[in-house]
């Protein structure tokens, strides 16, 4: 079964806006194409410029659910795809050979009494103590899904083969059950902070799209989206000094969430002019390491306490 996520790039821009999330034309023609082709979006770029915020905006506008995995260093199959409830098939297991023992006629012999391996087996591999994960569920789902597989990076490399089953056909073989393949395919979104380089096997599975900072006159259209209230002249100062910290050799350079909560900060306190001391009281809602407020201190020549 399949869904029109989007109509056109135009559309796709439109309902992205309404949804909160201002996309620009290689954005809003990319995340079409996804949903057009049928094909998962690898959105790659530095940390804190929306590629999370892409996926969840794509459910937001078409009505989606949203599953995510989150992948981090020393994820594997259980965690990401799916695995068995040993502590219920063990309940089961023991369950079934106090029956046994307990049964007419019991002889005290369990060897006659018990059930036989094989039909225990069968048993206590079954849906009832199947435990599934974002892939395994966002793949056996018949309602419209986004899935999000964010930060892939993270992740070791020998966790990529557990994606390619799914990115290929959509489907997750499970030995003891079969291969359960989709009946609607998910709306599929990986994102990369880029601290390593994915396989070409994954890439050559996906469309791409890098995403970066954006430019000036965008980010100040997304502050005045997403903090209401927020006079112009507040917002170009801003703007302009994120753009300044952005050029520094920081530990973690201001991400579009971060500038919002800067310009958030500076509503809360009535500040009306980005000043130099302005700037230093506030810093911390924007630097979140010592070592980069230190570096800001002295590039922008801000007044030491």
């Given at each position: ?48 410029v ?9 459910s ?34 023991q ?7 307990a ?7 369990g ?44 992740t ?47 890439k ?8 970066d900072?954006?430019d ?30 952005r ?32 700037i ?26």
């Amino acid at each position: 079964m399949s869904m029109t996520w989007f109509d056109s790039p135009t559309d796709a821009t439109a309902r992205l806006g309404a949804a909160g999330y201002l996309a620009d034309a290689a954005t809003a023609t990319t995340t079409f194409l996804a949903g057009a082709l049928e094909k998962p979006l690898l959105l790659e770029g530095p940390a804190g410029v929306g590629k999370t915020e892409l996926a969840k905006a794509v459910s937001r506008a078409t009505g989606a659910e949203l599953v995510r995995l989150q992948c981090y260093e020393g994820l594997d199959e259980a965690r990401a795809l799916y695995e068995w409830n040993y502590k219920k098939q063990l309940l089961a297991i023991q369950a079934s050979g106090a029956e046994a023992q307990a049964g007419p006629g019991s002889t005290g012999d369990g060897d006659h009494q018990s059930r036989p391996w094989e039909d225990l087996d069968r048993s206590i591999f079954t849906e009832e103590f199947l435990l599934t994960r974002p892939l395994l569920t966002a793949i056996r789902r018949d309602e419209p899904t986004v899935l999000l597989i964010d930060e892939v990076d993270k992740t070791d490399i020998e966790v990529e083969g557990l994606l390619l089953e799914v990115l290929s056909d959509f489907q997750v073989t499970i030995p003891e059950l079969g291969t359960v393949a989709a009946t609607r395919r998910p709306y599929v979104v990986l994102t990369s902070n880029a601290s390593r380089e994915l396989s070409e096997a994954v890439k050559r599975r996906c469309l791409y799209l890098h995403i970066d900072y954006p430019d000036a006159a965008r980010e100040r259209q997304i502050l005045q989206q997403q903090v209401p209230g927020l006079d112009d002249r507040i917002a170009e100062q801003l703007v302009a000094t994120v753009g300044r910290l952005r050029e520094l050799e920081l530990k973690k350079a201001p991400s579009i969430a971060e500038s919002v909560d800067w310009a958030r900060t500076l509503i809360a306190l009535e500040i009306r002019e980005l000043d130099e001391k302005a700037i230093k009281d506030t810093l911390g809602a924007v630097l979140k390491h010592q070592s980069d407020h230190e570096r800001a201190v002295k590039e922008l020549k801000l007044a030491r306490s």
